[in-house]
Nanobody, 124 residues
């Protein structure tokens, strides 16, 4: 069982930066692959980035490549999403999700554990 809590969202102007954190309970978080997803109003939830359980491989959706960086600190049971050069179209609720021994899964159905989400709003 893993419980996830996101934090770090907020309101930022276009071009600004935010760092989201996904803090996990449990001592075996290092065995979970993690994905960051986002859902804008009226749209489906989509994957933004993912990182393998070992942290050696990452995935980014094309729209955030070069702007977002996913990383993990297993000693702190935390996965981060550093977001830079934010655009209004990045506005959404951001969720982290975990899958036991996960790779770079990109579908919501692949993940068993979800956080409650954190709002990111980018003003133009």
């Amino acid at each position: 069982q893993v419980q996830l809590v996101e934090s770090g969202g907020g309101l930022v102007q276009a071009g600004g930066s935010l760092r989201l954190s996904c803090a996990a309970s449990g001592r075996t978080f290092s065995t979970y692959g993690v994905g960051w997803f986002r859902q804008a109003p009226g749209k489906e939830r989509e994957v933004v980035a993912a990182i393998t359980w070992g942290g050696s491989m990452t995935y980014y959706v094309d729209s955030v490549k070069g702007r977002f960086t996913i990383s993990r600190d297993n000693a702190k049971n935390t996965v981060y999403l550093q977001m830079s050069n934010l655009k209004p179209e990045d506005t959404a609720v951001y969720y982290c999700a975990a899958k036991y021994y996960g790779g770079l899964q990109r579908e919501t159905s692949d993940y068993r554990y979800w956080g409650q989400g954190t709002q990111v709003t980018v003003s133009s």
